[in-house]
C-alpha cells in the first residue's frame, strides 16, 4: 500500500570535506549547511548534528582532536534545499576559480620577471581574499570540482544565464597542464627517447585519488611524445596502474629510484616527504641535474646551491652557480650566463 504524500520530505546538506582529513573536516566544520522546506526536515537533520551545534562533542575527554584549531560550538546555516545545493556548486567553483587565478597570475609572473611566491603573499595578505587556495602549480584535480562546475554550469544554463567564467576556469585548467609539458619539453629540447622520473600520480598529497589528477594527465602527454616514464607515489600507484596503459609506465619503490638515471625529475603532487628529499642524493642519482616543480615545494635558492637546474611555477629559473654549463633544452652555452643577464636577452623567453 502506497504512502500518503505527506510522509515524504526532501532535505540537502552538502558535505564540506576534503579528501585526507574528512575526518576532522566534519568534526570541526567551518559550517554546516541544513537545507530544509519543512520544519520536521529541520528537526530531523538538527538533532544528527546536535554534539556538534551544541557543543557537547568538543567538551567530551575522548574527543579527537583537531591540529590549529579550537572551537566550542559549530556554525549551523539553515536555508531552504535549493539555496543549500547552490551553496555547494558555488563554493567548489569559487575554490577552483581561485586556483585557476593565481595559476594565470603565475604565468604572468614568470613572463615579467616577478617571483608568484611573493605576490601571494601580498595577495593573499588582504583578509578580503586570503591566502587558502593561492599555490600556483599545474592546476586542480578530483571529481569534486569537475563533477560541481559541470553541474553549476548546467543549472546557469537552464536559467538562461551566462556561465561563461566557469568555461574560463576549466579552460586556464587545462591549459596550465599544457603549459607545464612544455617547460619539460623546453628543459629537455624534446622529450621524444627522454628518460624522465615523476614523482607524484594522485591529485594531492595524503590521498591515492586519481580522478581528475594533472599528474595523470601530464604522464599520459609525456607517454604521448615518446617519453619513458618511471613514477613514484607513496598512495596510489595501484590505482594508476589501472589507468595508464599497461607496460607504458615503470613504477619505483621510492623517490631515488624513480630518480636514478633520469634526465629529469617531475615534481607532480605535493606530498610531504617530498619537500624533505636528501638533495645530494637526489642530485647523485639524476643522469641530469634538472627537476621541474609543478607544485613549487622547493626553494629555488636552496635547489640552486645544492646544484641544480631548477624550473618551478610562476618563478624565475633557478641555475646552480658552479654548473659549468647554462642548459636551455640541450644547447649548451659555453659560458655560464648570469639569470639577470639571460632574461634581458630573451634567453628564457
Known amino acids: 500500500m502506497a504512502l500518503p504524500r505527506a510522509r515524504f520530505y526532501v532535505a540537502s546538506n552538502p558535505e564540506f570535506l576534503r579528501e585526507g582529513t574528512a575526518v576532522t573536516d566534519f568534526l570541526y566544520p567551518d559550517r554546516i549547511v541544513l537545507g530544509v522546506d519543512d520544519d520536521f526536515s529541520a528537526a530531523m537533520l538538527y538533532s544528527i548534528y546536535r554534539p556538534l551545534a551544541e557543543g557537547a562533542y568538543y567538551r567530551k575527554e575522548d574527543a579527537i582532536p583537531c591540529p590549529g584549531r579550537k572551537q566550542d560550538r559549530a556554525r549551523v546555516i539553515v536555508t531552504n534545499a535549493k539555496s543549500a545545493e547552490l551553496i555547494k556548486h558555488a563554493s567548489n567553483a569559487f575554490l577552483a576559480m581561485k586556483i585557476s587565478f593565481i595559476n594565470m597570475v603565475a604565468n604572468i609572473s614568470e613572463a615579467v620577471g616577478a617571483d608568484i611566491d611573493q605576490v601571494c603573499a601580498g595577495v593573499g595578505s588582504d583578509p578580503r581574499i586570503g591566502p587558502q587556495f593561492l599555490q600556483a602549480g599545474i592546476g586542480y584535480g578530483s571529481s569534486c570540482f569537475a563533477k560541481d562546475i559541470s553541474a553549476f554550469h548546467s543549472v546557469a544554463a537552464q536559467c538562461g544565464t551566462d556561465s561563461s567564467l566557469l568555461d574560463e576556469i576549466v579552460r586556464i585548467n587545462s591549459e596550465q597542464r599544457q603549459r607545464f ?25 595524503g590521498t591515492d ?128 650566463i648570469p639569470v639577470a643577464s639571460a632574461h634581458r636577452a630573451g634567453v628564457f623567453a
Open 209 to 336: 585519488d586519481i580522478r581528475e589528477s594533472p599528474a595523470i594527465a601530464i604522464v599520459q602527454e609525456l607517454l604521448k611524445e615518446g617519453a619513458s616514464v618511471c613514477a613514484y607515489d607513496p598512495a596510489a600507484m595501484s590505482k594508476a596502474q589501472a589507468v595508464l596503459p599497461p607496460g607504458t609506465v615503470e613504477y619505483a619503490e621510492n623517490e631515488y629510484l624513480a630518480a636514478s638515471r633520469r634526465d629529469a625529475l617531475l615534481v607532480l603532487t605535493e606530498w610531504e616527504q617530498f619537500a624533505k628529499l636528501d638533495l645530494q642524493k637526489l642530485r647523485s642519482v639524476l643522469k641530469q641535474p634538472i627537476v621541474i616543480d609543478g607544485r613549487n615545494l622547493f626553494q629555488p635558492s636552496q635547489m640552486a646551491a645544492a646544484g641544480f637546474l631548477y624550473y618551478s611555477v610562476g618563478r624565475p629559473l633557478q641555475i646552480a652557480d658552479n654548473m659549468p654549463y647554462l642548459w636551455h633544452g640541450i644547447h649548451l652555452a659555453p659560458q655560464p
Open 181 to 205: 609539458v612544455k617547460k619539460v619539453r623546453t628543459a629537455l629540447w624534446t622529450l621524444r627517447g627522454k628518460r624522465i622520473g615523476v614523482l607524484g600520480l594522485a591529485f594531492k598529497g
